[in-house]
């Protein structure tokens, strides 16, 4: 099983500050099948990006996703108030499972 | 654009079984996988299992082997998940979330609001 550790945890930022969380795969992941999901309290999860990079119909351009083999990074340029939330990565290229990182959680500092 | 609309919350007794529904409107049924993801309190996301309904494959991971069941009825574009020998750690939001692709090594593009699945006595 590839294990993907999300860090931090918590990031407490301001609206209009910079985001940036890692997600680190115990294992290589080829051809970048890496997903960002953003999710809120009592709402579905949502994609963000998929491949490592490329953004889901609808991912304002403040979102981009980048990385390869264990190490991925979702950067936020400037947080909107909308953009508090969980952050998941998700790996795909190895058997399922598709083992999800633990989270970050972006709050409101 | 897809949707999956998810049954109601439910509350179940410790060692029964529980049956959340997830139908699909406004796409393809067939062709597509479909997965089941839980998130405990406080916890993440967890991969539970999946279904291709055109090949009836299953997939489970190992933790729930032996007591989940997934199934879909492709007349309805419904798919299931069945949990049983439930105990109070089940508790959790249940998810299905669509891959768009017929298998299950991919993301998922859409997914149910949840189901609330609380197991006390």
């Known amino acids: 099983e590839n294990v993907l550790t999300q860090s931090p945890a918590t990031l407490a930022l301001s609206p209009g500050e910079r985001a940036t969380l890692s997600c680190v795969a115990s294992?290589?992941?080829?051809?970048?099948?890496l997903a960002w999901y953003q999710h809120k309290p009592g709402l579905a999860p949502r994609l963000l990006i998929y491949?490592?990079?490329r953004r889901a119909t609808g991912t304002p351009d403040r979102f981009s996703g980048s990385g390869s083999g264990t190490d991925f990074t979702l950067t936020i340029s400037r947080l909107e108030p909308e953009d508090f939330a969980v952050y998941y990565c998700?790996?795909?290229?190895?058997?399922?499972?598709?083992?999800f990182g633990g989270g970050t959680k972006v709050e409101i500092k | 654009q897809v949707q999956l609309v998810q049954s109601g919350a439910e509350v179940i007794k410790p060692g029964s079984s529980v049956k959340v529904s997830c139908k699909t409107s406004g796409g393809t049924f067939s062709g597509f996988a479909f997965a089941w993801v839980r998130q405990a309190p406080g916890q993440g996301l967890e991969w539970m299992g999946g279904?291709?309904?055109?090949?009836?494959?299953?997939k489970y991971t190992q933790s729930f082997q032996d007591r989940l069941m997934i199934t879909a009825d492709d007349a309805t574009g419904t798919v299931y998940m069945q949990l049983s020998s439930l105990r109070s750690e089940d508790t959790a939001i249940y998810y299905c979330?669509?891959?768009?692709?017929?298998?299950?090594?991919?993301?998922?593009?859409?997914w149910g609001q949840g189901t609330l699945v609380t197991v006390s006595s």
């Open positions: 294992q290589n992941i080829r051809n970048n099948y």
């Open positions: 979330a669509r891959v768009p692709r017929g298998y299950f090594s991919y993301y998922f593009d859409s």
């Open positions: 491949d490592g990079s």
């Open positions: 998700q790996q795909y290229d190895w058997s399922p499972p598709n083992t």
């Open positions: 279904i291709i309904p055109v090949y009836e494959t299953t």
